[in-house]
T-cell receptor
Framework: DAKTTQPNSMESNEEEPVHLPCNHS???????IHWYRQLPSQGPEYVIH???SNVNNRMASLAIAEDRKSSTLILHRATLRDAAVYYC?????????????FGKGTKLSVKP | GAVVSQHPSRVICKSGTSVKIECRSL??????MFWYRQFPKQSLMLMAT?????????EQGVEKDKFLINHASLTLSTLTVTSAHPEDSSFYIC??????????????FGEGSRLTVL
């Protein structure tokens, strides 16, 4: 699976939007962009995923660059409960059973 | 959404004993489940892929005789840490994908099981 690059940490203020970047310059045409997050002492939680078009759901939005070499997870209004490690992961269609290979992720801190 | 449940959530055992961790998909069937391990302040590391009715596939460096995986049904996979030692102390997490959703759909994760070996 292609590799992703994320900042180690980011800070945000409560109630403000957060933009979490991810670079994946070696992405292939069949790679889906997935985002998961992990709260302390819990298993990861699915956030959103997309292929080419921007995606929205109740948790977040995913903005994918036109060349697909980068993407941004957008939390529209950060809350204290959004403090977590956010992982950007590429999953290849047709890849070996679709397991997720986790990088180091971005640790998001939210200040009240 | 779909729920994956792990049991026990915490376990403390003596060195040399074996510990079994269960992973259940509560409201869906999963032909494939994944087992991860996470050490403090580190990311998740894939240990093995568990396939219903067949042998698990282990990642390089993971001892299959030490970490026994059984996936006997479409809703249950178990991980047994045999002859546990303090260095096996870790957070073990399983995950599963709804059968038939392909290999790029959402993965559902359990709450994790924290193993402490004394």
């Amino acid at each position: 699976d292609a590799k992703t690059t994320q900042p180690n940490s980011m800070e945000s203020n409560e109630e403000e939007p957060v933009h979490l970047p991810c670079n994946h310059s070696t992405i292939s045409g069949t790679d889906y962009i997935h985002w998961y997050r992990q709260l302390p002492s819990q298993g990861p939680e699915y956030v959103i995923h997309g292929l080419t078009s921007n995606v929205n759901n109740r948790m977040a939005s995913l903005a994918i660059a036109e060349d697909r070499k980068s993407s941004t997870l957008i939390l529209h209004r950060a809350t204290l409960r959004d403090a977590a490690v956010y992982y950007c992961i590429l999953v290849s269609y047709g890849g070996s059973q679709g397991n997720l290979i986790f990088g180091k992720g971005t640790k998001l801190s939210v200040k009240p | 959404g779909a729920v994956v449940s792990q049991h026990p959530s915490r376990v403390i055992c003596k060195s040399g004993t074996s510990v079994k961790i269960e992973c259940r998909s509560l409201d869906f069937q999963a032909t494939t489940m994944f087992w991860y391990r996470q050490f403090p302040k580190q990311s998740l590391m894939l240990m093995a892929t568990s396939n219903e009715g067949s042998k698990a596939t282990y990642e390089q460096g993971v001892e299959k005789d030490k970490f026994l995986i059984n996936h006997a049904s479409l809703t249950l996979s178990t991980l047994t840490v045999t002859s546990a030692h303090p260095e096996d102390s870790s957070f073990y997490i399983c995950s599963a994908r709804v059968a038939g959703t392909g290999n790029t759909g959402e993965l559902f994760f359990g709450e994790g099981s924290r193993l402490t070996v004394l």
